[in-house]
């Protein structure tokens, strides 16, 4: 008989206190597991089976529980509890329990190390002793599963995790990862985890110490091998069956990936030692390609992601927006390589529910954190993913087609830099991103790919793909970033720039599609510009003067939330296309209409220059940028020269 048919039940820091732990309220304990515990009970020794094994002898109803000294039915029984002595004090005392842990002291947390070393060793002894029995070691490990629940009640205090330590738990809680009853590993995964998770550390608003205490705890179980431990457990957890074990090892693969989580929040330097120590990229890399449904006996479509599928692509997502050095080990191994393969199953198909809809965006956003570095971009080049997206823009029935636009705006973006490294090389850093980013924009150009961005830009299609379109409003901003990145990308007088100008120009044969683009343009600038103006218009909320830099960023971040950005898009574009005196003179047309001018293009212009050079944002700084544009290039009017150089 395997112990874990025996062994199911669990009990929670939710049995024990209030707390938002996930797990479920368990058996309430017997007579002997509370004698044992230390509580004094009266009538605690005479238990429903007696002692030593020998059936108790039944209580007679007169000799405990006389009401009032009236035995009839009307003044006794209907109107008692129906509990005899015994059980009352068992009731009063998980009332005062709740009491005395609601007052968890140091005291009450070297018993509870007492009871889990005590629990241990009995448990260890009788799997010696009873190998082939487990049905005579079941009890001492229902004991030491219980001595480890209570260990939970330390995420509602942190402050005693200190004595855990100070007591030499710690060593105690790594072995028990090795233990054979899954349950008893899922025991300790689930404590680290319910510690380190954000409501332990920042209950009424973040706490500093608390914060640091948490991360000197999950520093010390690093220095007992914690972590790489528990990256072995997880590449023996089976999770394809569908039996009682499957479930569990599943809920120990979410639980893992929960503890990782949770040290991303808690403290981005301990990421990647962490990760480091588990081999967690290599783990994430193969579990992201394979679902549990396409294991012989899983139920599910073979292809959809499953839950723990999905979520560890969410980790890989939140591990690369978090550390620039996992963006450059992703990109530089296998990983950047098979998230790419992960997305190019989406080719010709749309995910089947949420749960896939997810895990498409999470790899989605890992390859956008992969090629906003330099390294990434090169290694995206050499894959091939500019082709990759050509072949999914091509797909208008599938949201892929709309998602690709954020991996051709991030590559084609300026490189996010070592935050570690001098100013020189990442300036050479810098100059080389850019050099890939105007690569892959020849690239896109040259294969076509203006057809498909422009398609996508003015909504082209029927049915389910204009439906994809009003899912998916952000795609605008993606297109116009894009296509501010080709103008920017592109040298003037190339074959490149000429063709996107193209698009904005009339023909022999066609004397109407220019308008229309222009249209487009203009028309996603007012958008843009009136959403800005709202927030513009807005009060302060503050007495702070203008002048206060705190102020003006606070005011700038706002404006950006409005969609400054698109707008300064926008902006881009209209800029390079205004070079054409044909094409500015009817800007200049659709813009009046609205109360607006190319002026203002150029002001707005001038902040996003100002940005990106790293200078002012007062209005004194702004006024010499509109100089300089306006004197850069022939034309008053004419912003785009300046913008080559940016």
Known sequence: MDINDIFKESVSSKTLMPSKSKRKLGATPGLRTLKEGGYGIAGASSSADGVDGEPAKRVKRSETDSIDGDDDDEGGRFFSDGLTTNEKDVMTWVDNMEIMDDALDQAAVQRMVVRLERAVSKNTEDRIKHANSPQLFAESEADLDEALQRLLLLANDVQYL????????????????????????????????EVTAEDAWSHEGESTEERELVSAFVRALATQEFFEVLGQNLRRLKEGSDSFEGEADRMGVFQSLSLVENIVSLDSTLVSPVVSAMDLLEWLRARITQSVYSQAGAKGPATQADPNQQYAAELVSILLHSNWQL???????????????????????????EVEMEYLENIIDSVCMMVSTRVGKSAFMEAEGVELLLVLQQQQQHVARLLSLKILDYAMSPAHLDPASSNDDNGDDAAQSKALAASMAKRYIDNRGLKHLFSILMHQGKGSVRRLYKKYPETDE??????????????????????????????????????????????????????????????????????????????????????????QMTDVVVAFVAEDPKAREYIELRLKRKGRALAMVAEELAEYVAVREETDLQAASRRQIIQRIKESHEGPLTVAHMLDHI
Not at 334 to 341: A, P, V, Y
Not at 507 to 522: A, E, G
Not at 548 to 563: K, P, W
């Open 162 to 193: 200190k004595v855990l330590e100070d007591l030499g738990a710690l060593p105690t809680l790594v072995g028990l990862m090795a233990h054979e009853n899954a349950d008893i590993t899922l025991d300790v995964i689930q404590f680290v985890v």
């Open 327 to 353: 963006r450059i080990e992703a990109s530089s191994g296998q990983l950047g390589l098979t998230l790419l393969e992960c997305l190019a199953r989406y080719k010709k198909r749309t995910p089947e529910d």
């Open 478 to 567: 993606r297109a116009v970033s894009c296509l501010a990145s080709l103008f920017r990308l592109t040298t003037r007088d190339s074959p490149e720039r000429w063709r996107l100008l193209a698009k904005f120009a009339s023909t022999p044969t066609d004397d109407s599609s220019w308008r229309l683009y222009i249209d487009r343009i203009v028309e996603l600038n007012i958008e843009y510009f009136e959403r800005v103006q709202e927030v513009e218009a807005q009060p302060d909320s503050d007495s702070e003067s203008e002048a206060d830099s705190d102020h003006e960023m606070e005011r700038y971040t706002q404006r950006l939330d409005a969609g400054l950005f698109s707008l």
